[in-house]
């Protein structure tokens, strides 16, 4: 039941006799998870139990206690769902391919799943594994609605040459998954001792949790209801609007795979702007599904149309454009990985004067010249998020002050890992690479320091926001 185009082999043959088992690491959640789904039917088909292993890193691309505090609470949720399901889950820590393989061996696994993510930190855990198993070994995509290693071939170089290929195969790709029924023969080992283990963490702890950010599936769910009833109906035209808290901060939950990106789709697409619901009232004989928006022609339900196609451009072909610059690009996290015309232009300009120099510390102290960038910068350490139009302008002001093109694209990087929470995630290496080296943009007409990369500066966002309160609201 699980398409099979989401399917990669990374290790054929015939599973063997043992427990079917799935190594989750992206898609840290219970429903709508393509590999749980795939690791259950093979399961069942075979008569053998399912388990599920998490295996917990000691360190990772330097994650601190925020990213850690906000995955291990998730984490606490789904060993607690799948214990209502009769399905095992099992946490190891240390060296993942190390601990994976570990787990192999000691419960006589038959075969093995996971869950797809481009990144080259997860590409080299299960090259190892895959080398040092004996059973067959599958990966799925259950992160994004169409699989990435279908979507395209190669590198995409704008959302207008990948917008066609993604909405071709949107229709056979967008659909509920079945809900993760109870299996019979469960047998459901000791909860993990989650007090212990964040006892043994060694990352950074200087970077807490993010107050107000509840993690975890059922959080995720609320979350989105709560975006599509608030934050949708005016979304297309107050999302670059950061005083307007229309974004949905989906993004950490959709990182940490505690919701999939195809049911916030579907969430969006089905729902219907709350004008029109009042105007057509409960008697109305549609009842539901087929109602036209456009049917009642009111301004409101066009502009409910509109906001539900900018959302979805953003989390389908823009979040899915990021996952193929991921896939296909290896230096997906360097400045080596952009464009030619990119870093040529750059360095024609390397030897302009810099209105302003700083390096990573008075950046991560929000201590430039510059108010606005400052209270950006105040935002994504406290809030873990920067809205929209200012995560732009934070960046191209990076550029714009690094003594180097290649600096600011490592510092930009580096401080959105460490702060954003929804860091070391597509989305954010390919936003840093758009702002700084062009990726998925076109050139722009030649300026100092900039080179031919877009242009942005604070009377851009005056003409977008009201930049004094934006400050104000920074403390
Ligand atoms: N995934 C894991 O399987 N093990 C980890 O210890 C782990 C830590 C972690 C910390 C921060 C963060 O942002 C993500 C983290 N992930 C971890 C999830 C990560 O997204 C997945 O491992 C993907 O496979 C990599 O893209």
């Known amino acids: 039941m699980i398409d099979p185009r ?39 088909a075979a008569g053998e139990r399912l388990l599920v292993a ?36 099992v946490l190891l820590e240390g060296d993942p391919p190390a601990e994976i393989v570990r787990f192999v061996l000691s419960s006589g696994a038959g075969l093995l799943v996971t869950d797809y993510s481009p990144l080259r930190i997860s590409r080299r855990w299960k090259e190892s594994v ?44 967008l659909r509920p998954l079945p809900p993760v029924e109870p299996v019979e023969n469960g047998t459901v080992p000791e909860p993990t001792d989650w007090e212990a283990v964040r006892s043994r963490l060694t990352i950074d702890r200087s970077v807490g949790p993010v107050p107000g ?7 995720a769910g609320e979350r989105l209801r709560r975006f599509i009833r608030e934050g949708l109906p005016s979304y297309a035209e107050r999302k670059n609007d ?67 196609a900018s959302f979805l451009e953003e989390l389908v072909v823009r979040r899915e454009l990021s996952e193929n610059y991921c896939a296909r690009n290896p230096l997906y996290d360097s400045f080596e990985g952009l464009a030619q015309w990119a870093r040529q232009s750059l360095a024609e300009h390397d030897a302009d004067p810099r209105e302003a120099l700083y390096g990573r510390e008075e950046f991560e ?23 929209g139009y200012m995560r ?55 300026r100092p320091v900039y080179g031919k990369i877009r242009y942005m500066n604070e009377a851009g966002c005056r003409r977008k926001f009201d930049v004094r309160r934006y400050i104000g609201r920074q403390g």
């Not at 992160?143 to 071709?168: D, G």
């Not at 694209?409 to 690479?433: I, S």
């Open 6 to 44: 989401c399917i990669t082999e990374l290790r054929g043959g015939e599973a063997s006799a043992g427990p079917i088992l799935y190594w989750m690491s992206r898609d840290q959640r219970v429903e709508q998870n393509r590999a749980l789904l795939l690791a259950r039917e093979r399961a069942v």
């Open 54 to 89: 998490f295996t917990l890193s000691p360190t990772f691309i330097g994650a601190t206690l925020r990213h850690y505090d906000f995955m291990l609470r998730g984490l606490e949720e789904t060993e607690e769902r799948l214990g209502r399901l009769g399905i095992g889950f």
């Open 130 to 173: 895959r080398d040092a198993v004996a059973i067959p070994f599958l990966e799925v995509d259950a992160h994004n609605i169409v699989p990435c290693l279908l979507a395209s071939p190669k590198q995409e170089w704008a959302a207008r040459t990948f917008r066609p290929k993604v909405n071709r195969l949107l229709g056979e790709f």
């Open 213 to 219: 950010m509840e993690p975890g599936e059922a959080a």
């Open 242 to 308: 950061p005083n307007a808290g229309a974004a949905s901060g989906l993004s950490p939950y959709l990182h940490f795979g505690h919701i999939w990106a195809g049911e916030v789709a579907l969430g969006v697409m089905n729902s219907r702007s709350p004008e029109v619901l009042n105007s057509r009232g409960p008697e109305d004989p549609s009842g539901g599904g087929e109602l036209s928006l456009f049917g009642d022609g009111t301004a409101q339900a066009e502009a409910f149309e509109a906001s539900k």
């Open 365 to 387: 102290q929000a201590s430039t010249h510059d108010e606005l960038w400052n209270a950006a910068q105040r935002e994504l350490v406290r809030t873990g998020t920067i809205h």
């Open 392 to 446: 732009m302008y934070w960046a191209k002001k990076i550029l714009e002050w690094s003594p180097s093109p290649r600096e600011a694209f490592e510092t930009a990087l580096w401080l959105n890992d460490r702060y954003a929470l929804d860091g070391r995630d597509p989305n954010g290496y390919v936003g840093v690479a758009w702002a700084v080296g062009g990726l998925h943009d076109r050139p722009w007409f030649e």
